[in-house]
């Protein structure tokens, strides 16, 4: 999601607004249902918290999502995302917002995994010319180099010009996982 500095400006003012725009991206149509049993019949407790009456699941805004893997305020969540849409490190985000490092790189990981699985909800995939590659990756071993090196992990890609891109790990390169 790309913000406009004046939309971001708004949203990092204070707690609160960081977690009504957050919200807004969390509930389809604003329809609040539950996390647990996806029954919409679901009533208000204490807390900003939320409570099935099918299932008795006690839930908030942002159980199960992305935002709620790590423990930092959603203003940090924001700021992260703007950094990371400005392509700095994750070691420069974590000076520039006053975090540990691994925190701001496990951030990171997670906002990379949510915009991969958003993108391989993308059905119309594959419209117009595409890119396709398979690679091996891994640290530095002793020994054979290249594809039939121990520990290399194969990942495929396929990229849409000025679309989406898809990656996976696949048991190996062979013509029968890369067609799946």
């Given at each position: ?9 708004s949203i990092i003012?204070?707690?609160n607004?960081?977690r009504l725009y957050?919200?807004k ?7 609040v249902?539950?996390a ?9 407790i204490?807390?900003?918290?939320y ?5 008795h699941y ?5 159980t199960?999502?992305?935002v709620n893997k ?9 700021w992260?995302?703007?950094l ?6 994750a070691?420069?985000?974590?000076v ?5 490092y691994p ?9 990379r ?5 958003s993108a391989?909800?993308?059905?119309d995939?594959?419209?117009?010319a595409?890119?396709l590659?398979e690679?091996c990756f891994?640290?530095?071993?002793k020994g054979?180099?290249?594809r039939?090196?121990a520990c290399k992990?194969?990942v ?8 989406v891109?898809r990656?996976?790990v696949i ?6 996982p890369?067609?799946r």
């Amino acid at each position: 999601m790309h913000m406009k500095t004046q939309d971001f400006e708004s949203i990092i003012l204070t707690e609160n607004k960081a977690r009504l725009y957050f919200r807004k991206y969390c509930w389809q149509k604003r329809h609040v249902f539950c996390a647990q049993c996806r029954s919409y019949k679901i009533y208000r407790i204490a807390g900003r918290k939320y409570r099935c009456k099918r299932c008795h699941y006690t839930f908030h805004d942002f159980t199960g999502r992305w935002v709620n893997k790590l423990h930092c305020s959603l203003k940090t969540w924001a700021w992260l995302i703007k950094l990371l849409e400005l392509e700095i490190s994750a070691l420069r985000a974590a000076v520039q917002c006053g975090i540990s490092y691994p925190t701001a790189l496990r951030a990171y990981d997670l906002l990379r995994y949510s915009i991969l699985a958003s993108a391989q909800g993308a059905r119309d995939f594959l419209g117009g010319a595409i890119e396709l590659d398979e690679s091996c990756f891994g640290g530095r071993r002793k020994g054979k180099r290249g594809r039939g090196a121990a520990c290399k992990v194969p990942v495929f890609g396929i990229l849409e010009r000025n679309g989406v891109v898809r990656v996976d790990v696949i048991k190996d390169v062979t013509a029968r996982p890369l067609l799946r």
